[in-house]
């Protein structure tokens, strides 16, 4: 079983930045895929970023790229989310999850643990 925790969400300014971070707890996440997704008010949960279980592959959703870095750190069991010139839209409660895979997916069925979320506001 894997424990996931979100924390760095926030309230910040349009143009700002904020980093998110996702601690893992009762398994290494190092055979992992890590992702991260989003869910604004009223829609559904949609696929932000994903890397692969060694850092060396990453994917990220259109309206991110550019302006989001995911990274890993397996030492620390921690994965990050780097959010840079933020967006009123990228207004979510933001979670990361782990499938038990070593490829990069980014399909929301396919992830086995979940976080709570955190929550990020930007405002305009």
């Known amino acids: 079983q894997v424990q996931l925790v979100e924390s760095g969400g926030g309230l910040v300014q349009a143009g700002g930045s904020l980093r998110l971070s996702c601690a893992a707890s009762g398994r290494t996440l190092r055979r992992y895929a890590m992702g991260w997704f989003r869910q604004a008010p009223g829609k559904e949960r949609e696929f932000v970023a994903v890397?692969?279980?060694?850092?060396?592959?990453?994917s990220y959703t259109d309206s991110v790229k550019g302006r989001f870095t995911i990274s890993r750190d397996n030492a620390k069991n921690t994965v990050y989310l780097q959010m840079n010139s933020l967006k009123p839209e990228d207004t979510a409660v933001y979670y990361c999850?782990?499938?038990?895979?070593?490829?990069?997916?980014?399909?929301?069925?396919?992830?086995?643990?979940w976080g709570q979320g955190t929550q990020v506001t930007v405002s305009s």
């Open positions: 890397i692969n279980w060694s850092g060396g592959s990453t």
């Open positions: 999850a782990a499938s038990n895979t070593i490829l990069v997916v980014t399909t929301l069925s396919l992830y086995d643990y």
